[in-house]
């Protein structure tokens, strides 16, 4: 079974950059669908990208074209690369890995393997 291992979050004012990683362990992330969540406080969970084993990739409309999800097979991580971060981006990011393939809107009962999550603050 895969294990997963979040770092890369941090405190940052609005409209910079960071890029979190999920690193695996245990098996190939490319036999995987990928899914990126966040967590805000007192809200439900949301995914907000995701890749599928054939590198297709897919986000929510609230960061498209602002968040890229991708992966570097030989570190066997996927990444999720988050640019003009918003207040509203604040949150406790999780990757996670399912073995069968969905679509927007990730639902999370779906994923079976999660990190412990990372911390996004974005300040305005």
């Known amino acids: 079974q895969v294990q997963l291992q979040e770092s890369g979050g941090g405190s940052v004012q609005s409209g910079g950059s960071l890029r979190l990683s999920c690193a695996a362990s245990?098996?190939?992330?490319?036999?995987?669908?990928m899914g990126w969540f966040r967590q805000a406080p007192g809200k439900e969970r949301e995914g907000v990208a995701a890749?599928?084993?054939?590198?297709?990739?897919t986000y929510i409309d609230s960061v498209k074209g602002r968040f890229t999800i991708s992966l570097d097979n030989a570190k066997n991580t996927v990444y999720l690369e988050m640019n003009s971060l918003k207040p509203e981006d604040t949150g406790m990011y999780y990757c996670?890995?399912?073995?069968?393939?969905?679509?927007?809107?990730?639902?999370?009962?779906?994923?079976?393997?999660w990190g412990q999550g990372t911390q996004v603050t974005v300040s305005s």
């Open positions: 996670a890995a399912a073995q069968t393939s969905y679509g927007i809107p990730l639902v999370p009962a779906d994923f079976g393997f």
């Open positions: 245990g098996d190939n992330l490319r036999s995987y669908y």
């Open positions: 890749m599928d084993r054939d590198g297709s990739t």
